[in-house]
């Protein structure tokens, strides 16, 4: 039963009028959002890098430590770097932190250039059979085509036994970047999926699978874009006296390895309850580069989760604390109780999530969250109004709120269960009070 002070905390949210940056933001398209690192690997639902960039520039200082504790691909680290902040990044998924690493590490270009000139020699002689390299993969050969296999095997050897360093680390986000481009799957599919239109595709003769050329191609390309961080380091290094530091702390958000008090700003773009799945979007790369074993394992740990058992629920009685919170709970019991656990369950993690950045802020420290609304099961989930009134009860006050239209290309895209975003909003909290430890 919830405590008087929990019971307190849950008085209807009175959310405050949001500043439109629509305009602000709709004018960024094409190099102006992939500058630098910030393109050199697709990850779903990232934010544009002028959005945590709004964020740092508003509510830090040069020399100031940031922490985002759901990364991604590190797009707040690397803004942070760029603007002389040290940041902290934390993410559950293997990959992203591998693509995080890679985007924000400065790589001599000269040194660069030689060791991809000696790999992509070394490949395009290679003449020994490596398919011993092949992961298993679940239903691999409808993935991958054989001569696909073998090409990818052969390019993975001659990666994986260059010794362990940051370039070596670059070569293998190179190497995932053409997994999804020669398998099967429709390469536009946000997870992967053996289309008809990719059928069609290649029954015309429209489709490359060419492997060697595809990572000889991608090498070259991203070359340009570590040389583009280079020389932005050289000015970054010049303009602070000195390189910012990137650390990338660990896996989950719930439980964040730093001081108390530690952190000036927190600036970070949350997943939603199963709006898009992470795990299998960038399974068939996760395989190949030895991250996981199976994806059930790193999906049950996720926050956001689609996956719930009979065990975890069956006994459950759902009855949240936040009046907002419980009828969109009781709109999805009447559904499927599992479906109402699962979103229960993603609001419970969001709350340990707040109590933790709560906790490692400084005294005036501030959380910038860039969250919208989100459907499942044909609920609509006022996710930004829910999280607003968690951050309440774990001892933030709001100062403040600007909205935007979602146009990237990248970002606008269907989410699992209609889960369609059009915009989101920044909320900005300000640490003020105690939290509250109890769960919703």
Not at 37 to 48: E, L, M
Request: net charge positive; glycine share 4%.
């Amino acid at each position: 039963m919830p405590s008087s002070s929990s019971k307190g905390s849950s008085r209807a949210f009175s959310f405050p009028k949001a500043v439109d940056l629509s305009g602000e933001f709709r004018k960024y398209i094409g190099k102006q959002v992939s500058y630098a690192t910030h393109g050199i690997h697709r990850y779903p639902a990232k934010f544009i890098p002028q959005v945590p960039r709004f964020c740092i520039e508003s509510h830090s200082d040069v020399g100031d430590d940031v922490l985002d504790p759901f990364m991604g691909s590190g797009t707040t680290l690397l803004e942070s770097f760029i603007l002389g902040r040290n940041s902290y990044g934390i993410d559950i998924h293997p990959l992203a932190r591998l693509i995080a690493k890679v985007k924000t590490t400065p790589l001599d270009p000269d040194m660069l250039s030689a060791m991809a000139g000696e790999l992509l020699a070394n490949i395009r002689g290679e003449r020994d059979d490596n398919d011993s390299r092949i992961p298993e993969i679940p239903n691999r050969e409808h993935w991958f085509r054989p001569t696909v296999l073998s090409e990818l095997a052969t390019i993975k050897k001659n990666v994986w036994v260059l010794r362990k360093s940051d370039y070596k680390d670059f070569f293998k986000i190179c190497f995932s970047s053409i997994i999804r481009k020669v398998s099967n799957s429709d390469d536009d599919s946000l997870i992967p999926e053996v289309t008809s239109f990719q059928r069609k595709l290649d029954e015309q003769g429209k489709t490359s699978y060419d492997a060697l050329s595809r990572f000889e191609n991608a090498v070259k390309k991203k070359i340009i874009d570590a040389a583009d961080l280079w020389k932005l380091s050289q000015e970054v290094s010049e303009k602070y006296n000195g390189l910012p530091k990137v650390n990338i702390i660990g896996n989950d958000a719930r439980d964040i390895a730093l001081e108390d008090g530690s952190m000036d700003l927190a600036v970070t773009s949350p997943p939603y309850a199963s709006a898009v799945h992470y795990v299998s979007v960038h399974k068939l790369e996760m395989y190949w580069l030895d991250l996981i074993a199976s994806t059930k394992e790193l999906d049950s740990r996720v926050v956001g989760t689609a996956r719930a058992y009979m065990a975890e629920y069956k006994s459950w009685e759902p009855n949240p604390s936040i009046p907002e919170l419980k009828r969109v709970i009781d709109d999805l019991v009447v559904r499927d109780k599992k479906s109402a656990y699962i979103v229960y369950k993603y609001f419970e993690d969001m709350r340990k999530n707040f109590c933790e950045v709560h906790r490692v802020l400084s005294r005036k420290g501030k959380y910038c969250v860039v969250v919208g609304e989100n459907t499942f099961r044909k609920v609509r989930i006022p996710t930004y109004r829910l999280l607003s009134s968690i951050a309440k009860r774990s001892g933030f006050e709001m100062i403040g709120a600007n909205v935007f239209d979602v146009i990237n290309r990248h970002l606008d895209i269907p989410r699992w269960n209609d889960s369609r975003i059009e915009r989101d909003y920044i909320l900005v909290f300000k640490k003020k009070r105690k939290a509250i430890e109890e769960s919703l």
